[in-house]
């Protein structure tokens, strides 16, 4: 079965950091671009970051460029966001979503769960 | 960036009602346009890629059209499981952005 499933969502404090991760199974991860799209609580869908294949090209919505960093492991078919200087407006759950086709980016056609984080003082 | 706007942003409808949603685009953009539903608590699903082409398991109830600037997801016959919140979505050159979303409520 084709799946996506993250991890690493919590409460942090504004100005903080975390890592949240994407494990993918049952594809093979290294041939699918991966991205990260967020959705604030009782908000629309947000894209956030995107990054191909083999890691080699990286982009950011502006709202994150500079704090987030997304990063991949062929190996460990997994995809992370590194999330600093955290911002109460970046409260949100975060899915991991698989492009649909190998050669381009354009859609989403897997998604995971999601995962939870809040930023609080 | 190109913005997306979608209308009604809320759609009272019947079980077997014909439900058009409309997207449209700040400027032209091309093939890229998708049509995702989600429930309350679940992640997005993919209906429609490419405008206008429909996901494999989709119902073909749901279809996609337009072109330019003006897209449209029509369900033909909108079934009980179809009550849910639609999102459209574009591609252009590494930025994706989507629609505000237009919730299918039960009438």
């Known amino acids: 079965e084709v799946q996506l499933v993250e991890s690493g969502g919590d409460l942090v404090q504004p100005g903080g950091s975390l890592r949240v991760s994407c494990a993918a199974s049952g594809f093979t991860f290294s041939n699918f671009w991966m991205s990260w799209v967020r959705q604030a609580p009782g908000k629309g869908l947000e894209w956030v970051a995107n990054i191909k294949q083999d890691g080699s090209e990286k982009f950011y919505v502006d709202s994150v460029k500079g704090r987030f960093t997304i990063s991949r492991d062929n190996s460990k078919n997994s995809v992370y966001l590194q999330m600093n200087s955290l911002r109460v407006e970046d409260t949100a759950v975060y899915y991991c979503?698989?492009?649909?086709?190998?050669?381009?980016?354009?859609?989403?056609?897997?998604w995971g769960q999601g995962t939870m984080v809040t930023v609080s003082s | 960036d190109i913005q997306m706007t979608q209308s009604p942003s809320t759609l009272s409808a019947s079980v077997g009602d014909r439900v058009t949603i409309t997207c449209r685009a700040s400027q032209n953009i091309n093939s890229w346009l998708a049509w995702y539903q989600q429930k309350p608590g679940k992640a997005p699903k993919l209906l429609i890629y490419?405008?206008?082409s429909l996901e494999s398991g989709v119902p073909s109830r749901f279809s996609g059209s337009g072109s330019g600037t003006e897209f449209t997801l029509t369900i033909s016959s909108l079934q009980p499981d179809d009550f849910a919140t639609y999102y459209c979505q574009q591609y252009d050159t590494y930025s994706w952005t989507f629609g505000q979303g237009t919730k299918v409520e039960i009438k």
């Open positions: 979503a698989r492009a649909r086709v190998a050669a381009t980016p354009a859609t989403f056609d897997i």
């Open positions: 490419k405008v206008s």
